[in-house]
């Protein structure tokens, strides 16, 4: 499968639509010829980049450390939650507690790498929010692990940076804000409805973060590292707005 | 009817100014502003239907640039730039719909052109308008007029702060309970859209019928030969 497609696409009937979609278009191939939508040129992309910029800008604006997202009763939580990545669920990484270490760099006073068992020897709590996805859909999921924002504190993270920044065990890249990233509810989720979190869910652990949108919520995180110049993301980079708050 | 002749000579040679130049910029702004949130919010809406039915935009019809020369460019299938459309839009949207209600409001606008209506003068004027008896004067609205203008605007109000609430269903958790909850909202974001696009069925048909209201829109003035309906 060439399209990349992460954390936005339902698997199957994602497929089944862009058939449809594809089929309608090469139907419709002759009057796109004539090239009335403009978003592809060049000067409209710079125009459009501008406002989406602008538009990180607004959301952190909004954003306030105090506003937590909404929370649910266990009775809402979908236990049969959605899998979302640009692969396959049999083609997840399947990363191994003995192997795996949690790299740190950047701006962090210790960078020593974590073992699982160390980053389960941290203080948890639970939530029980909305996962949105930028398509549309949403879900509501149990999830919990220690709070970021402790962590960042332990390792001695200069919280005064404006970037975390998160790299994948599948490829995949990440960053966000600073306020978000020590924000209550921004966890390392290890529980994913009070079973530890399972491969196809991020194994070892994914950030939570219910104040934005899902794809800002990366799995099978292996390097985290705090830095203040730009460090984009896989959707980031395709255009996809940074700050993508909920 | 009888019309004195003086008048009557007066009235078919009226040149009034029926739009101020103000009015005019935010008419076609918010056409535009309102064109690309619809073609983008339909492209939106392709990829994951906010209705339980099987139903999708033709993507010809949508805003967000052509398949395959997205994917050759940034690797995605088009949704992306439907996204940086439509929160760039929202913007010029929710900026000049505001500047036309408070301009509408203080100007007087509203009050002189989009009021009094009665549930009487509806009832009339609705039914005239189904015989095609209703007669049209520029620069004065019907009742059945004022009544679709007043509902236009509301339902970009719900639209845009619906749209508000799936924007930021936490940062605006408010809005969204007002809405009923997320997914409650993207159903109002959708049939706000869809009240939108019925009234502009509406309005390019009856612009399209009298399309001195056209030249008015543009120009801001029109001489006018005032053409009543069959028989009144």
Not at chain 1, 138 to 164: C, E, H, N, T
């Amino acid at each position: 499968m060439s399209r990349l497609v992460l954390e936005r696409k339902p698997e199957v009937t994602t497929i089944e639509r862009r058939l449809f979609l594809r089929q309608t278009l090469s139907l419709g191939a002759l009057t796109l010829l004539t090239g009335c939508d403009i978003s592809d040129h060049s000067s409209v992309q710079t125009v459009l980049k501008a406002m989406s910029r602008w538009n990180d800008r607004a959301q952190a604006f909004l954003f306030s450390d105090k506003r937590l997202a909404p929370t649910y009763a266990e009775s809402d939580v979908v236990h049969d939650f959605r899998y979302n990545a640009f692969f396959p669920v049999s083609d997840v990484p399947r990363l191994a507690a003995a192997n795996y270490r949690l790299e740190l760099s950047g701006l962090i006073g210790d960078k020593r790498p974590w073992t699982v068992e160390q980053i389960y020897a941290l203080p948890q709590q639970s939530q029980i929010t909305r996962h949105v996805c930028i398509e549309g859909w949403s879900m509501i999921g149990k999830w919990s692990g220690p709070r970021l924002g402790d962590f960042l504190q332990r390792v001695g993270a200069d919280l005064s940076a404006k970037y975390v920044g998160f790299e994948c065990a599948d490829g995949y890249t990440g960053s966000i804000d600073m306020p978000t990233a020590v924000h209550p509810q921004t966890i390392m989720a290890l529980k994913f409805a009070d079973e530890i979190i399972p491969a196809k869910y991020g194994y070892p652990f994914k950030v939570r973060i219910p104040t934005k949108l899902g794809f800002k919520n990366p799995k099978w995180v292996t390097t985290i590292y705090v830095t203040n110049r730009y460090p984009g993301g896989f959707w980031e980079d395709r255009g996809y707005n940074w700050f993508s708050g909920s | 009817m009888s019309v004195p002749a003086q008048i009557r000579t007066e009235t078919s040679a009226r040149n009034i100014q029926l739009h101020p130049l103000s009015r005019r910029i935010m008419h076609w702004v918010n056409a535009a502003a309102i064109i690309v949130m619809i073609g983008s919010g339909w492209r939106i809406y392709d990829y994951y239907p906010a209705l339980p039915v099987h139903f999708g935009f033709p993507p010809k019809w949508t805003l967000g640039g052509d398949f395959t020369i997205t994917e050759a460019i940034s690797n995605d299938d088009g949704l992306v730039n439907a996204l940086l459309w439509h929160f760039a839009a929202m913007w010029v949207l929710v900026l000049n719909f505001l500047a036309y209600v408070i301009v509408g409001f203080v100007s007087g606008h509203f009050r002189r052109d989009f009021l009094p209506i009665s549930p009487g003068a509806f009832l009339h004027d609705f039914f005239a308008a189904l015989r095609g008896r209703l007669g049209h004067q520029l620069g004065e609205y019907n009742a059945v007029q004022k009544v679709f203008y007043w509902g236009v605007l509301a339902a970009i109000l719900v639209t845009i702060l619906s749209g508000l609430s799936i924007w930021k269903p936490v940062q605006l958790q408010w809005l969204t309970a007002l809405f009923g909850g997320y997914e409650f909202a993207r159903v109002v974001h959708f049939f706000g859209m869809a009240a939108i696009v019925g009234f502009l069925v509406v309005h390019l048909t009856l612009t399209a019928l009298v399309p001195k209201t056209l030249v008015a829109m543009v120009f801001g003035r029109v001489s006018d030969t005032p053409h009543p309906g069959n028989g009144e």
